[in-house]
């Protein structure tokens, strides 16, 4: 890069980040709207793979609330990280590089409480849907303490 | 000494890795007080 | 511009160094080979300081980071903490993950496995490794600063859960060996010594490091901001005659 990146960068990015959310209640809508739309995914995918597969379902609850609970651990952190990154050239590179080992956990846990919900033991299933749980509750209350600053006027 | 290459493997290999960090940032620090005394 | 005084700093440096031979002399030599694992112990005097050391550093880097976050304690001097200590725990955790693997090869056959601890352990590596990558995006200090500490601080969730992965999962690594649940050591004699005399060792190596990057640290964001007016100042003004021999790297490059 020839320009001087330092520079064009101090100027670029506030006035990105000024236009790229307003506020921490948009935050809040999208965050909701990914979740949304993920669910509209899930529930397509469990669809197909009960008519694919022919499933023996062991428990419908677990596979319930886990799947809201990783939903929303995803949608938390990927608008986070989004934000995060949000006006940054490098965001495309960056943004999987940073969200993954965040979002590994949760989808790991999700494999395992599908798995036990499946064709498993429905009670193996229960301690992933508290561990999804927790990611959920913990990366949503990280979101909504980390808006505020990360929208302030600097 | 039982699985010798494996222990002092790792104990070479630890002491290169610091050792060639510290280095590395010896050098990074003295080439940013050089530019730091140029000013 | 740094943390500590420059004789303190030089001083704690041969420390550290001495208590690294030291601590060679006694992993090596006067210790005694486990009962089960034999030689391979040798290993764990690095291997569990190193992590140890990694938490620590990360440790730093959230608490810097939420006391850059939060407006009442907010200065720079966190930001460039959180920044330099973060570095130091990517080593670190870099170091005790192929520590472990070349421990694992003879005591459990294999260089790798996807048990909790180890797949938590590097989660943990590649979470930092984002946040260092995030810190090189040029931008704004503050902007930049803001936006780390908040990575920093998610990261930082994955360390209780590396520590507590070996209880809450049937893991192949093995229970804490120290900081177990009742807090009764399964450790005793030289082979304890040793094994806190590594902790002792490198956290002096660390705090070390941290100083020296710390400093270098707040070096090339004070070069940034003169580079910054400068840059400034010419578009203002108009570039100068004659202007000096090609300034180097200019932010790139670090």
Known sequence: MIERPVESAHVAAPQALETALESRSETRRLAAAVAVELLALEAL?????????????????????????????????????GVLAAGLRVRE??????????????LLGATRAWEASINGVSGDA???????AIFAVLFTGIGMLAFGPLLEES | MRFAGYV???????????????LRLWQRLRRAERLDRDV | MTLLHPRLARALGWTSLAALVVLAMFGLWGAPPDRVQSDAQRLMYLHVPSAWIAYLAFGVTALSSALYLWRRTRSPVWDRLAGASAELGVLFTALTLVLGSLWGRPVWGVWWAWDARLVTTAVLFF???????????????????KRSAIAALIAFVDVPIVHFSVNWWRTLHQQATVFTPSLNAHIHGVMAFTLWWGVLAFTLLYVYLLDKRYRL?????????????QAIDERVHGAGVAAPAERAGVGAGR
């Open chain 1, 93 to 106: 590179t960056l943004l999987p590089v940073l969200l993954l080992p965040v979002v590994a956990p949760v």
């Open chain 3, 127 to 145: 979470l930092y490794v984002g946040y260092l990558a995030l810190r090189r995006v040029p931008s704004a200090v503050e902007t930049r600063a």
């Open chain 3, 217 to 229: 640290e707040a070096l090339e964001e004070d070069r940034d901001a003169r580079e910054l007016a």
């Open chain 1, 126 to 132: 229960w301690p992933w849907v508290a561990l999804l």
């Open chain 2, 8 to 22: 002092i493997g790792g104990w070479a290999l630890t002491g290169a890795v610091l050792l060639a960090y510290s």
């Open chain 1, 45 to 81: 995918l469990a669809a197909g793979v009960v008519v694919l597969f022919n499933v023996a379902l062991a428990g419908l609850a677990p596979l319930l609330l886990g799947t809201l609970a990783a939903t929303v651990g995803l949608a938390a952190t990927g608008t986070l990280y």
